[in-house]
Structures are given as structure tokens and as C-alpha cells.
């Protein structure tokens, strides 16, 4: 006998479901898997939507390319089985038409598409008056114009629900991640976009299952809306992105794991201690300003003496001495090494400007 099975409204779900969890296949292959996917990940009691790529923007030809339009009555089955909402990627007006024929109830604009005015205003045109929500990825590099630009020409087709995916950024080189985060450009278009809700992408940050959970729980840490994570029944058969995929079960796992952190509470107690040591950084802010101000005194002095010498503002030596020394003590502060090379460079460019002003005043 078959159950009815209460479907859930995208709508409320995009509206007051936080975290919003969204999970499926990196890419629809057969209907057994869309299926046998989206009722492991409705049994998990954690997924709020199911994802599925119908096209894919592989970067090199000959890769699985996706199944096409064939696969959205897969979807649909998944839905009418387990009551989730759907969402797909979409690049093209007709893909659209496609997905929106098929009821996806939201869609979402590739990072690969984001970059491109010229498909985000045909997805756009292709959107006019359909009312469904509309997720849009970064764009692959690190440009938050871009990516500002998609939201206004989605906005501009009337599109109210707009929302936005951190899916980080491609960069030549990079180990560690897929696509490295750069994080401050997530937080940055958040701080623009107050009202547009932000959510993270792992698995397209990391490219790979051991990491997901680090990059998942620092989205949360920053007060993302939700999360987009790649499942799969069978990982490692994966047709695209094998590597990142996790089981529905080990999803469930991971979201379990994660510490579910509140922006505010309302107590005055703990208001009055963040408070006090808000203050305290405060204080201590102003005293690195007023030691940087003497600092910058003290390379005017040197600026004078080089130049009444006749000598070169940078003496390599001597900066590697800087940076060496302050690894060393930095080390044992617990500060990076990172940090205290970005902090080191912008004091030292600060410096090297002072003298710069001193030597040829
Ligand atoms: C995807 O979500 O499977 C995808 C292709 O992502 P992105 O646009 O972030 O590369
Ligand atoms: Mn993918």
C-alpha cells in the first residue's frame, strides 16, 4: 500500500529552517541511485532538500557531462517517495524551462555560470515570473562584483528568494582545498547582503571527504544560513566529484558531530562579559595603534639617517632578521606564521612609505 507521504514546502523551509541542510548526488546517474539516495537521506531526519546535477559543467570534455532532462522524472519520483524539495543546477534559459516543467522548486546558478553575464542574463530572462527561490554560486574566481552582479540580474527578473552559495574560489597551486575559501570574501558579501541567506558548500571547498567536516563547522562558527553537501549510495562509484562524496549515513554522522553554535542569546549576564571584554580589546587595540604610531616615528628617524648617508631604504638582511625573529616569538604567542607575515609586510610597506617620504622630502 502506498503511504502519502507529506511534502514539505520549500518556501517555509527557505524561510525559517535554519540550518537549512541540503544534500544529494554531485550528479542524477540512474533512477535507482537518485532514489535509493534521497530515501537514505530522508531517513537521516537531517536533510531538509535534495540536490542532483541534471547538467554538469565538467572543465574537460569527455567527463560525465550529466544525464540531461531525462533524469528530472527521477527527481520527481524521489520527491513524490520522500517529500523533499528539490533543487538543480541551471546555465541555460531552456534548462530552466526544464527544471521548472519538472517542478524543481528551487534552482541554483553554477559557479562556472556565475562568472558569465552573459548566461546569468538568460537564466535571469528565462526566471521572469516563475517565483521559484534561486541559490547562486560564487563565481570560480575571486571577484565579489560578479558575483554581486548575478544577485542584481536575478533580482532585476523579479526573483525574491535570492540566496547565496560560498563554494570557494579557484586559485593556480592550491593544495590543501579544491577551491580555496578565502573566507573574508563570504563574509564580506554577507556583511553586503544582509537580507539574502549564505550558505556553505564543502564539499566543492575541499574536493575531498577528510577535511569536510573542518570546512562545515567553520561555516557555522561564521552564522551561515545552512549547508550544501555532496551524497552518494556508493562514494567511490561516484560518475563526477568521487573524492568528496560522503553516504548518507556518514552525513548524518557528520552533521551530528557538528557544534551547533547561536549568533545571540538573550542574557544580560552573558552581555555584560562579552561586553568587558570587548572593552578590553578595545583598550588593547588602542595601545597597538599608539605603538605603531611610534614605530613609524622611529623609521622617520632612520629615513633621515639613510638619506644623510646616502644608503637604500630596503636592506634585504636585515628585513629577513624582522620576519625571522618574529616567527620565533610569534610561535610561542601562538600566533602563525601567516599572520605574522601578512601583519610583518603591512607594517614593513607602512615603514618603507614613511621613509620613502623622509628621503625624498
Ligand atoms: C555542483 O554543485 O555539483 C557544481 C558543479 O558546483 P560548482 O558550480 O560549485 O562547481
Ligand atoms: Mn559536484
Not at 540536490?51 to 513524490?80: D, H, V
Not at 519538472?102 to 515570473?129: H, K, M
Request: with cysteine; net charge neutral.
Amino acid at each position: 500500500m502506498e503511504q502519502t507521504i507529506q511534502q514539505k514546502s520549500a518556501i517555509d523551509l527557505w524561510s525559517s529552517k535554519r540550518p537549512l541542510i541540503i544534500s544529494g548526488p554531485c550528479s542524477a546517474e540512474t533512477e535507482e541511485q537518485v532514489v535509493q539516495t534521497a530515501v537514505r537521506l530522508a531517513n537521516t531526519g537531517k536533510v531538509d532538500m535534495l540536490r542532483a546535477g541534471i547538467w554538469k559543467p565538467r572543465t574537460r570534455p569527455g567527463s560525465f557531462e550529466g544525464i540531461g532532462t531525462k533524469g528530472l522524472p527521477w527527481l520527481q519520483q524521489a520527491k513524490k517517495i520522500t517529500g523533499l524539495p528539490l533543487t538543480v543546477e541551471v546555465a541555460t534559459g531552456k534548462q530552466v524551462e526544464d527544471a521548472l516543467h519538472f517542478d524543481v522548486d528551487v534552482l541554483w546558478i553554477g559557479a562556472r555560470t556565475t562568472v558569465n553575464p552573459f548566461s546569468v542574463q538568460e537564466v535571469a530572462d528565462a526566471l521572469r515570473g516563475a517565483g521559484v527561490p534561486v541559490l547562486i554560486k560564487n563565481p570560480i574566481n575571486p571577484d565579489l562584483e560578479l558575483w554581486t552582479g548575478a544577485v542584481e540580474r536575478v533580482a532585476k527578473a523579479g526573483i525574491n528568494n535570492i540566496g547565496l552559495i560560498h563554494r570557494g574560489f579557484s586559485s593556480y597551486g592550491n593544495t590543501e582545498y579544491r577551491n580555496a575559501p578565502m573566507w573574508h570574501l563570504a563574509i564580506e558579501m554577507k556583511r553586503r547582503n544582509p537580507d539574502l541567506i549564505m550558505i556553505n558548500d564543502p564539499s566543492h571547498i575541499c574536493g575531498r571527504r577528510d577535511i569536510l567536516l573542518d570546512v562545515a563547522q567553520k561555516a557555522i562558527d561564521l552564522d551561515f544560513d545552512g549547508l550544501m553537501i555532496e551524497s552518494h549510495i556508493d562514494p567511490d562509484k561516484a560518475w563526477s566529484d568521487a573524492k568528496q562524496q560522503i553516504t548518507p549515513e556518514k552525513l548524518a554522522d557528520m552533521l551530528g558531530t557538528i557544534i551547533w553554535r547561536k549568533e545571540d542569546i538573550n542574557s544580560e549576564a552573558f552581555h555584560a562579559a562579552l561586553e568587558k571584554l570587548r572593552q578590553q580589546i578595545n583598550h588593547l587595540d588602542d595601545e597597538l595603534l599608539q605603538l605603531l604610531g611610534q614605530r613609524m616615528k622611529i623609521a622617520d628617524k632612520i629615513g633621515e639617517f639613510k638619506r644623510n648617508n646616502g644608503i637604500t631604504i630596503l636592506q634585504t638582511n636585515r628585513w629577513n632578521e624582522i620576519l625571522e625573529r618574529a616567527f620565533r616569538k610569534g610561535e610561542a604567542l601562538g600566533l602563525s606564521n601567516e599572520f605574522i607575515t601578512k601583519y610583518f609586510d603591512a607594517v614593513h610597506m607602512e615603514s618603507i612609505n614613511h621613509q620613502n617620504k623622509v628621503m625624498n622630502s
